[in-house]
């Protein structure tokens, strides 16, 4: 379960207002909004990657925001995170990418890490890519990369930041699935940041939608087309011509 | 902790806002611009953040270190961390190799520059060159090889370590390790920062004897000072090797330390890492003549 | 006015491009789709030299690109301008300055000259409000607006974009095709966009080029792609998981 309490969030300038969102367990979480919305902030601050300005975050039994680092730490053992640039470590090939967290948080022998990169490599779709490193990949494999270590330590809370941009349309339904199906297997909580609005929805169980640092609407898919604000809606259909 | 809004309904507690003003928007371009960390900058309409919840202070939540916390936590980590005895070998092997002819040459131009000089105003003053050499390489064990290579490494290894740390920083890199729950300063600093305190001092004493032996060829072409009346250590005693060897472990424990400060702490993008890496080399520039001030004040409290 | 005649290229032992024909007409949208990884973005940086192909030939006009020096090429990249997937502005200039860049550069106009150039193209992809902005204040749909003004200072014949609306919200991209629509049908700029955004591709594109394992797997219309019987394509324009396209 995540939960946040009137979280607020600034830099220089301020980037979250007052958002109180609340991811029930075991749900996939939709959250979508126009670019530069905050989408990408709350994730990281639901890490606690970043200090809150107000307000409180909670996660499963841990309350991120008073949280010490040994807490933390903890706390990301249970964790997994896509970034929006991916963030793979550019000194390192493909295979030492994604058995990282393997080996950082799970004490996991080089044996059997490499065992389970390989898997983890065939099912986003990059077999045999072990060696590669990073600069040497295409925009949509290195998302896939980075899907695939942040996903292999089963991790009961997964946060997705973009996991399709830059994909082909098969592809991108492929991991959408992929990533559908893990959370059903091991129960996760899943949230997923996505531009790809048609088919984040389709795999959604609840959804949530920013704009300019506010959470404007929140719930189950269902209540997403009955819901009347003209932004949410302008923004669900896609058009142009609308208070946005 | 329970939801505040039922699910499913538009947040009451968000009223409608427009994009930001542009007063708004020009105060916070300012506020970029002046890099100034301020508070929050009021929006027309938003509600007071921390009303409904107290202003939280976070102490686990990861924001840049000084470079003193920097310090502080690496040498935690010397004593806490897993054993890196590899990854130090491969930053000792790339300071030391990236560094060791630059270091060579420069030591080199510096040993005759200064005994040439040195000579000079010698021959006006006293014509007699037997202590050209015992003065010289009292300097040198003292204080002069250990600060000029310290301020070369910093250009070289600081900028380095800052660029690195720096582009780490701003494509998310850090937060990635974070989330693997590693701390950067282990993972990234504490292996650069043995390896650079170990090279530093390896260094110095390669390049600080080439500057010897350069001062020494000088002192012979344009003194006609005999090598074996040159190199005298008469004046250098166990204070002086102390007070040197004290430099260069500090040099080498500063150049990282505060170039992987400025680095963790680069933001926005190519910009931020360029001001990042400027701000490493000035400020280990600056550390290192402090610390030669210190230092050499110490050693004159301690050994004279 | 563009043509690919059998053009293949490997890089190592990974055979990306396995002789690609095709012709692109002056002032047409013409929409190159494809898996991602299959070589769309390698075959487009061809055009303007930044590639050397194995084999084949290239034309740009009357120009035949391959066997091209870079000074030669300067001109080819004056007529045929690129728009990055990430934008690539310049973070510490402002939009005008960035749109006047390549006009202070190529043509040593005076800075005053420079920026009223730059105020016209800023205004053709209607964001002259914002020409005193910084990069870093806008989002990345604004961003992608004022690349797209940068492409067209110099007066080119054809722009290519290497996938303009990935990683933009429903809304912006479907401006930004509007755009590259309105950018065809004004100015008569030839548009060869790389894309796998199944909307753009049917609103906007005039024909399509579908890469498949390195080679044009169909090349037509859209209503010539949705008609296609090619199962492959089916599956790529639905967009679904299962079918036997390898990826």
Redesign the interface.
Known sequence: MILTEHLSLAFERPVLHDVSLSVPSGSLFGLFGPGASGKSVLLKALAGLLPATAGSIAVDDTIVTSADEHQLFDLRRRMGMLFQNNALFDFMSVAENVAFPLRQLLDVSAEEARERVSQRLTRVGLPGFESRMPAGLSGGQKKRVGVARASITQAKVLLYDEPCAGLDPVSSQKLFELLRNEQREHGSTVVIVSSDLERLLAISDHVGMMLDGRLIFQGPIDNLYTCDDPYVRQFVRGETDGPL | MAPSDPPGSPAPSSPRHKAPSSAARASATAARRSMSPVGLPQLPNAPVPGAAAPRVKSRGVSQPLGAYRTLTRTLYFCVNGRPALRTVMGYMYTIGNQSLIFLAVVMSFIGMIVVYQGGLQLLRVIPDMSQLGATYLELLVKDLAATICALMLATRVGAGIAAELGSMTVTEQIDALRMCATDPIDYLVRPRFLASIVMTVVLVIVAGTLAGLSGMWTAEAFFQVRPSVFVNFDQVDLGDVCVGLCKCVAYGAAIPIISASSGLSARGGSEGVGSATTRAVVNCSLAIIVLDFVITSLGYVVFE | MISFRQVSKSFGPKQVLRGVSFDVERGEVFFI??????GK?VLIKHLIGLLRPDGGEIWFGDREVTGLSEEELFPIRKRCAMVF?HSTLF??MTCIDNVALPLRQHQRLDPTTARSRAMERLEQVHMEAFAER?P??L???LKKRVAIARALTLDPEAILFD?PT??????????VD?LIHELSQRLGVTCIVVS?D??SIFSIAQRIAMLYQGELLLLGTPAEFKASPNPIVQ???????E?P?Q?
């Open positions: 789709v494809g898996a991602s990884g299959v973005s997937q973070d510490s910084f870093a204040e989002g990345d749909g996938e990935t990683s933009l919200d429903a809304i912006n991209a479907r401006r509007k796998h199944l909307v599956q790529f324009i639905h967009g679904r998981a079918g396209m990826v």
